[in-house]
C-alpha cells in the first residue's frame, strides 16, 4: 500500500497550492491516461501495485530548519519529520503502508531512494521507501522518484554512467523524448517550470511526459525480489532511538 501524504509548511500561507482529495486521487488512479498510477500500472504490466491510501494534508515547520547541514542530513530530516508529523496529526495506517509518497504544497526536494522509519502497532517500527516529489516537480521526473521506491535504478551504460537509456523513465529528462501532454481538468498542473533552460520553461511541471519503463527492467527487478514487497512481510524491527550517525541515502 501507497500512503500519500501531502505537506504545507507553514511558511506558506496558500492553503489552496494543495491539491485537492479528487485531484490527488485522479492523479494516482490508474485507467485516467497520463496519471501517476496508470503510468506505473501500465509501465509494469500491472506487476508494481498502485494500490493506496490518501490521507488528509497536515501543515508544520520545514524539519530542515532545525537540521545540520549536508544534503544527507537535510533530506533524512525532511522525510522523517514529515513521517513523525503525519504519524502525530493524522496517525496513517503504517503498518499497512509499504511506501510513503510525500508531496510538499512548496517547491521543497525531489528524490525517491531513501528511506524512512514508520512506527507500528506493538512498539515496532519498519523502514519503507520513501517518494518525495512538491507542486514543481514534472511528471516524468515523478514517476521516477516512484520507480526508486519500487526498487528500480537509473540504466547505465558501459562505462557505469547513469541516466544513459532514453528509452526509460529510470533515465528521463536526458532531452529525448519528453513531450507536454494536453490539459485534462482531472489531473494537476504543479506550479509553472522556473528553469528558463528547460525546454518546458513556463509550462505546466504535470504536463512534461517523458518514456515508459523498458520490460528489461522488470527481469532484474523481479529477481530482486524489492518491487513486490508485500505488507504480509513487513520487515520489522524494534524500536531504538536513531542514531545521528545513520541518515539513509537518497537518489535522484
Ligand atoms: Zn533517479
Same mark, same amino acid.
Given at each position: 500500500m501507497i500512503s500519500v501524504i501531502r505537506v504545507r509548511f507553514d511558511t506558506n500561507n496558500d492553503a489552496n497550492s494543495v491539491w485537492s482529495d479528487e485531484l490527488v486521487r485522479n492523479w494516482m488512479q490508474p485507467l485516467i491516461p497520463y496519471s501517476l498510477g496508470d503510468f506505473w500500472w501500465s509501465s509494469s504490466w500491472a506487476i508494481f501495485s498502485v494500490e493506496h491510501t490518501l490521507y488528509d494534508p497536515i501543515v508544520m515547520t520545514d524539519p530542515r530548519l532545525s537540521a545540520p547541514p549536508g544534503n544527507a542530513a537535510q533530506r533524512g530530516a525532511l522525510v522523517q519529520g514529515a513521517i513523525d508529523a503525519a504519524t502525530k496529526l493524522i496517525a496513517p495506517d503504517w503498518d499497512n503502508t509499504d511506501i510513503v509518497l510525500l508531496w510538499f504544497a512548496q517547491p521543497t526536494d525531489m528524490f525517491g531512494g531513501g528511506t524512512g522509519t514508520l512506527p507500528l502497532r506493538g512498539g515496532v517500527t519498519k523502514q519503507v521507501n520513501v517518494t518525495v516529489v512538491d507542486i514543481a516537480s514534472p511528471f516524468d521526473a515523478t514517476c521516477q522518484e516512484l520507480g526508486h521506491s519500487f526498487g528500480l535504478q537509473h540504466e547505465l551504460d558501459v562505462n557505469g554512467t547513469d541516466y544513459a537509456s532514453p528509452y526509460?523513465?529510470?533515465?528521463?529528462?536526458?532531452?529525448?523524448?519528453?513531450?507536454?501532454?494536453?490539459?485534462?481538468?482531472?489531473?494537476?498542473?504543479?506550479?509553472?517550470?522556473?528553469?528558463?533552460?528547460?525546454?518546458?520553461?513556463?509550462?505546466?511541471?504535470?504536463?512534461?511526459?517523458?518514456?515508459?519503463?523498458?520490460?528489461?527492467?522488470?527481469?532484474?527487478?523481479?529477481?530482486?525480489? #524489492?518491487?513486490?514487497? =508485500?505488507?504480509?512481510? !513487513?520487515? *520489522? $524491527?524494534?524500536? #531504538?532511538?536513531?542514531? =545521528?550517525?545513520?541518515? !539513509?541515502? *537518497? $537518489?535522484?
Open positions: 526509460s523513465v529510470m533515465s528521463a529528462r536526458n532531452g529525448s523524448v519528453e513531450f507536454l501532454r494536453p490539459a485534462d481538468s482531472r489531473l494537476p498542473d504543479g506550479a509553472a517550470i522556473k528553469d528558463p533552460s528547460d525546454p518546458f520553461f513556463n509550462r505546466p511541471p504535470q504536463r512534461v511526459i517523458g518514456p515508459a519503463l523498458p520490460a528489461a527492467q522488470l527481469y532484474g527487478n523481479r529477481g530482486s525480489g #524489492t518491487a513486490r514487497r =508485500s505488507s504480509m512481510s !513487513p520487515r *520489522t $524491527t524494534r524500536t #531504538t532511538p536513531p542514531s =545521528s550517525g545513520s541518515m !539513509p541515502s *537518497t $537518489t535522484e
